[in-house]
């Protein structure tokens, strides 16, 4: 997502927990895209706490001027299986760092900038938040939260700034391996499309939101999931 919207003409900030990683990261989305350095800016911080929050949108209007697109792409799920034996306190933090601190950054990104210049919100969000998975649930129910997270700030945040999300399916990133390793072929079969989803079918979606192209869309949560949905089941 970084790199298209560089490729599109925007600087951007990352932010990530790792300071050598999102450092790393950074000097590579910059070679990759032909942009200089300084086009990205990247901040070590977590997205749980309120601190890092207000670092990476403060240096992120410091170095660039302004702050027009926030993309919420912050997600950890770390409960499988039955929610009857669910640890209480890892739910609580899939719904923190998955809903609370979406919303954390869109009311500082509101007061930084967005309140006065206008702008666009894209959350990520996920075809489990749309239908259940049986074994994903807090992780579901989280950014089902998101889904609608995302409807009331188009409401509240309009007309200056639009807010929509992305539910994609099954896409792969680190985060997913464990979804599809050593079972990709007998994953995709249930696609329509009959493959799972790459970075890249997600980050031009996000990209399109982001944009004065997408002027007349907000309050939208649009699949990105090569028509699993369609199906009508997640297995």
């Given at each position: 997502m970084a790199l298209e919207l560089l490729r599109r003409g925007a600087?951007?900030?990352?932010?990530?927990?790792?300071?050598?990683?999102?450092?790393?990261?950074?000097?590579?989305?910059?070679?990759?895209?032909?942009?200089?350095?300084?086009?990205?800016?990247?901040?070590?911080?977590n997205a749980?706490?309120?601190?890092?929050?207000?670092?990476?949108?403060?240096?992120?209007?410091?170095?660039?001027?302004?702050?027009?697109?926030l993309v919420n792409n912050t997600g950890i799920n770390p409960v499988f299986g039955s929610l009857m034996e669910a640890d209480l306190g890892?739910?609580?933090k899939i719904f923190d760092v998955n809903v609370v601190a979406a919303?954390?950054?869109?009311?500082?990104?509101?007061?930084?900038?967005?309140?006065?210049?206008?702008?666009a919100v894209v959350n990520v969000a996920s075809v489990g938040g749309l239908r259940s998975t049986g074994v994903i649930g807090a992780y579901g129910a989280s950014?089902?939260?998101?889904?609608?997270?995302?409807?009331?700030?188009?409401?509240?945040?309009?007309?200056?700034?639009?807010?929509?999300a992305v539910a994609p399916a099954v896409v792969k990133t680190r985060f997913a391996e464990a979804l599809y390793t050593?079972?990709?072929?007998?994953a995709a079969r249930a696609y329509p499309?009959?493959?799972?989803g790459s970075p890249e079918d997600v980050?031009?979606?996000?990209?399109?939101?982001?944009?004065?192209?997408?002027?007349?869309?907000?309050?939208?949560?649009?699949?990105?999931d090569g028509g699993l949905l369609a199906t009508g089941s997640l297995a």
């Open positions: 600087s951007v900030t990352i932010t990530a927990r790792k300071p050598d990683t999102v450092a790393a990261a950074a000097e590579s989305l910059a070679l990759e895209a032909g942009v200089p350095a300084s086009r990205v800016l990247a901040v070590p911080g749980g706490k309120a601190e890092d929050r207000e670092e990476a949108v403060t240096r992120t209007v410091e170095q660039f001027g302004s702050l027009d697109v890892a739910v609580q919303l954390g950054f869109v009311q500082l990104a509101w007061k930084a900038w967005l309140q006065e210049h206008g702008g950014k089902a939260a998101l889904i609608r997270l995302t409807e009331e700030l188009a409401w509240q945040l309009g007309p200056k700034v639009r807010v929509n050593g079972r990709e072929d007998e499309m009959k493959r799972l980050a031009q979606l996000v990209a399109f939101l982001a944009s004065d192209a997408a002027a007349w869309i907000t309050g939208e949560t649009v699949r990105v």
